[in-house]
């Protein structure tokens, strides 16, 4: 005699085989987005990060303030109703330049984490797969990248792209200092994939590949890369955040963004003689800087618990 308390534990997987609706396997991306969806860290940050692209987007929809108005009568002008985080040294709402400040400090953090990856990805996958005297000559290439200090390169390669006295544009001034926190950025991401290289391609369907006589690029890009660019690109949404911060950085020490650019980072610059006089004009724009950051780091680590099954 069958148990009948087992039998109805039976009946559920008798009836999917019987009907043929048996659940299928995830793969590793839906079972990552099905443990991201249960992770209020994840939706906190996700929520603050579409509350920042959409102020980059569409600022006209946060304030109707130019953050190019200015009147010296309100200059150093505390928070109140008018002017919800009072005005700057130039009587310019503090609110309004902070709202459109986003675009320029998002494009930054975007194309400098996109540089990065690219930089990063291709010397990476390149190493991995080589191996031997390219895998060394590239490392030590990295290595001294790595072991330069970010301010101080930033320094020389932004005194080196530009004349003593020069006033370069808006579009040349960003697109300098991207190109600054990419190069000397890319070095980890280059490690990461690095070492997602050299696991895949001692696994089956590569050495298939290699028998099938594939050649190398149809290897790196049809069989590697799809398989090694999970561990980078989580490591890119906690860059992001980081590279924002260094912007800031940047424009704080006078080597980055500069006016006209409207830009967390000029802000925080223009405050910074000003702090003990009227501390709303640097507290403000340093808010949006750390909340921005805190949100893209716990979406990297709520994307990185996700894809590690070893973490749950």
Do not use: C
């Not at 921005?292 to 894809?307: E, K, N, Q």
């Amino acid at each position: 005699m069958s148990d009948p308390a087992v039998v109805a534990a039976d009946e559920p997987e008798l009836e999917q085989i019987v009907t043929g609706k048996q659940d299928k396997p995830r793969s590793l991306g839906s079972d990552a987005w099905h443990e991201l969806r249960r992770k209020p860290t994840f939706l906190i940050s996700l929520i603050l990060i579409l509350i920042v692209v959409a102020m980059a987007l569409f600022p006209g929809l946060f304030t109707h303030v130019s953050p190019t108005a200015a009147d010296l009568n309100h200059a150093r002008g505390g928070p109140s109703a008018q002017a919800w985080f009072g005005y700057d040294v130039q009587g310019s709402d503090v609110y309004a330049r902070a709202i459109y400040g986003t675009r320029a400090s998002l494009l930054v953090g975007v194309f400098a984490t996109l540089g990065t990856v690219l930089i990063g990805g291709i010397v990476g996958i390149v190493a991995g797969f080589y191996g031997r005297w390219t895998d060394s000559l590239l490392a030590r290439f990295a290595d001294i990248f790595a072991g330069m200090p970010f301010v101080l390169g930033a320094i020389v390669i932004m005194l080196t792209l530009n004349a003593p006295g020069s006033n370069p544009g808006e579009t040349r001034i960003l697109s300098q200092v991207v190109f600054s926190i990419a190069v000397l950025s890319w070095p980890v991401a280059m490690r990461i994939m690095r070492a997602a290289t050299l696991v895949a391609k001692q696994q089956d369907y590569v050495k298939a590949a290699r028998g099938l006589g594939a050649g190398p690029l149809r290897i790196i890009f049809r069989h590697l890369l799809p398989n090694t660019v999970a561990p980078v690109m989580v490591y890119a949404t906690i860059a992001l955040g980081a590279n924002i911060g260094a912007e800031a950085t940047l424009a704080y020490l006078g080597i980055g963004l500069r006016p006209p650019v409207v830009s967390w980072g000029v802000m925080i610059s223009d405050a910074r003689d000003y702090v003990a006089a009227a501390p709303h004009i640097l507290l403000f724009p340093a808010a949006f800087v750390s909340v921005t950051v805190l949100a893209f780091v716990m979406l990297g680590d709520a994307v990185r618990d996700a894809f590690d099954p070893k973490s749950r």
